[in-house]
């Protein structure tokens, strides 16, 4: 039986223009530029004005299909994951197939938090390599700013926006493309970083209110970092058993742009460089599930990505979700 790996032939993305800077956010809420960048790392995030997630989609969607040297026509699959779509339904995907002009293939949103860029390149990886489709466009669209209580300055600090892309496909080339994926989710932990969708009362009730806040973001730092520090570790070390990869053999690891503490704790883990490590949270924040596939199209135009190197990207966040996959090039 012929073996098929899924390799990627090209990455894009839609970055906003609008730069908010901690400077901005000090005349907003109570924060300083010192207290922002000693503990997360961000000096700057960028806000989508007056955009939809799917014209973020979009753009990184056609960047990609551009930087591959493939057309809409010839996907046979799309999957977006966004944790802050423009409607519950229809989904992002079904939107972006037709803005695309892509044939009528199947077209679905993974809400999988940060993990999300991580566990849609699971799904992609799992179509191809069972046969059900060939090339797999992969996005991953985020408008945070909208669901970001910008009087709360424990969350506001940290998130921005952006979408970002990767094209995947089929290969009998045994030596390149996703070697392993892995993905988890700990439910117990959904409380520490979670937004109400639909308000959960009686639809018949004469008294319906709705806390106005309660479409916001909320967030408990300290037991979601204590939960990255022991669940990256673990997904990057799946992922590298399952690929038969050592952490000497890491040319990159591109992980999720939430904290640089936590990137701290991937070095010393591996023993890596830090140099070893992309960053890119301090233009960019926080962007969910865009985060490591804005990182992943950031290397590949600036030429740091090159034929033969092995990276590993992982993803964590609500759920609380993890996971990690390993790609060589």
Not at 314 to 328: I, M, P, R
């Amino acid at each position: 039986m012929e073996i098929i790996n899924s390799k990627l032939i090209g990455t894009g993305a839609c970055i906003p223009d609008f730069v908010l800077t901690n400077a901005m956010l000090e005349k907003m809420v109570d924060t300083n530029d010192e207290w922002i960048v000693q503990r997360t790392g961000v000096r700057e995030r960028r806000i989508a004005k007056n955009t939809h997630t799917w014209e973020l989609a979009l753009g990184a969607a056609q960047d990609a299909l551009a930087d591959a040297g493939i057309t809409a026509e010839e996907l046979d699959l799309i999957l977006v994951s966004t944790c802050s779509p423009d409607t519950n339904t229809p989904n992002t995907a079904s939107i972006l197939q037709d803005k695309l002009g892509a044939r009528q293939v199947g077209a679905f949103d993974i809400n999988n938090a940060c993990t999300g860029f991580v566990s849609a390149t699971d799904i992609a990886d799992s179509y191809i390599k069972s046969g059900k489709a060939k090339t797999v466009l992969v996005v991953s669209a985020e408008t945070l700013s909208r669901i970001v209580d910008y009087t709360d300055r424990s969350t506001c600090i940290l998130f921005g926006d952006g979408a970002a892309a990767a094209v995947y496909q089929a290969t009998e080339d045994e030596t390149v493309g996703i070697l392993s994926t892995f993905t988890a989710a700990d439910g117990s932990g959904a409380e520490y970083l979670h937004m109400e969708a639909l308000p959960v009362e009686d639809p018949l009730s004469g008294d319906r209110t709705v806390d106005p806040k309660a479409r916001f973001l909320k967030m408990q730092g300290a037991p979601v970092v204590r939960f990255t520090a022991r669940a990256v570790p673990l997904a990057i070390d799946t992922a590298l058993k399952r690929a038969g990869v050592t952490a000497e053999e890491i040319d990159w690891v591109v992980p999720h742009q939430a904290n640089l503490r936590i990137l701290d704790v991937i070095a010393r883990r591996y023993h890596l460089p830090k140099e070893k490590i992309y960053v890119n949270m301090d233009r960019f924040g926080n962007t969910s599930s865009a985060s490591v596939p804005i990182c992943l199209n950031e290397m590949r135009k600036n030429g740091l990505l090159h034929e033969g190197q092995t990276i590993v990207c992982t993803g964590f966040g609500g759920g609380l979700t993890y996971g990690a996959f390993v790609l060589k090039l």
